[in-house]
């Protein structure tokens, strides 16, 4: 999805709104905890986050599990954020950053134990493509763990005006999971983003860039960054909060793949 509001630069944009997450993505460190266990990765065990961001759950990931992680992104400042966060964190050794597209890094024959794709399914395509994605760079056995957008109702029409998107672009909570298992993934268990987790998202978003333009009123940008963040503030209070939801999706691969459903 993009926003209907023009924009002079999409990653400056990002990367400043995004400032003070910790996830990029309305999720609380509580439920972050809860999909790590969820995952039940086994030390040394290799991870591939996708559109991993500044990498906030892949580190604390890998600071629960001895697993190796790989992040990739296309924006550099969120890949330098990650890189530095490994470093303090002192998790260097396991985890690897890439500043680039995914589609230019993962190679056909590359198997991973795990697939982290959160919010990020658009890296790929549709969330459909990414589960089939997903599936074939994971190992017999291997989990997945996405993150995506839901209709939690009816879209109405000026809020998809607003965001620059279709209805069809999103299915319900229940339809993401059914796609997951199309694409032939056992679905383990799923989860919502609260209200809390959206208002905090929300905020630090709105509370970034605000704060940014307060303090930078020469920037050439500044007037098409408060319009944008305004429009999507205000489309967030009116439509968003009560129809977009965000579904989490822990998926395991089959370890013996059978003709028929069992
Ligand atoms: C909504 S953010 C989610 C970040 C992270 N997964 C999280 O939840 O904190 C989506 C991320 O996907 C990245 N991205 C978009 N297209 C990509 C591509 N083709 N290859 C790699 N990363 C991509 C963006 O730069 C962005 O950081």
Not at 80 to 95: D, I, K, V, Y
Not at 111 to 129: H, N
Not at 241 to 260: C, E, H, N, V
Request: hydrophobic share 45%; aromatic share 10%; net charge negative.
């Amino acid at each position: 999805m993009s926003t209907a509001t023009p924009l002079v630069d999409p990653t400056k944009f990002t990367t400043i709104a995004h400032g003070t997450h910790r996830y990029l993505s309305p999720l609380s460190e509580a439920k972050a905890d809860s999909l790590i266990h969820r995952l039940a990765l086994a030390p040394g065990q290799r991870v591939l986050d996708v559109g991993c961001g500044n990498a906030g759950f892949l580190l604390d990931l890998l600071a629960v599990v001895q697993a190796r992680g790989v992040g990739v992104d296309t924006n550099p400042e969120f890949i330098a954020a990650a890189t530095a966060a490994a470093r303090e964190r002192g998790l260097s050794e396991r985890a690897e950053f890439v500043n680039a597209r995914l589609q230019d890094t993962i190679y056909s024959a590359e198997r991973f134990d795990a697939v982290i794709c959160m919010g990020s399914s658009q890296a790929v395509g549709s969330l459909a493509d990414a589960f089939a994605w997903a599936w074939t760079v994971l190992a017999p056995g291997g989990v997945a763990l996405f993150a995506d957008g839901y209709w939690k109702r009816p879209p109405e029409p000026k809020y998809l005006e607003a965001l620059g998107a279709t209805e069809d672009e999103m299915t319900t909570h229940g339809g993401n999971a059914a796609r997951a298992r199309e694409a032939g993934f056992r679905v383990l268990s799923t989860l919502t983003s609260n209200d809390d987790e959206w208002d905090e998202y929300e905020g630090r978003y709105c509370a970034a860039m605000e704060r940014y333009i307060d303090a930078h009123p020469d920037d050439a940008d500044a007037a098409a960054m408060a319009a944008r963040v305004r429009d999507w503030h205000e489309a967030y209070l009116h439509w968003g909060r009560d129809t977009l939801g965000f579904g989490f999706y822990a998926l395991l691969k089959p370890t013996a793949i059978r003709l028929s459903s069992d």
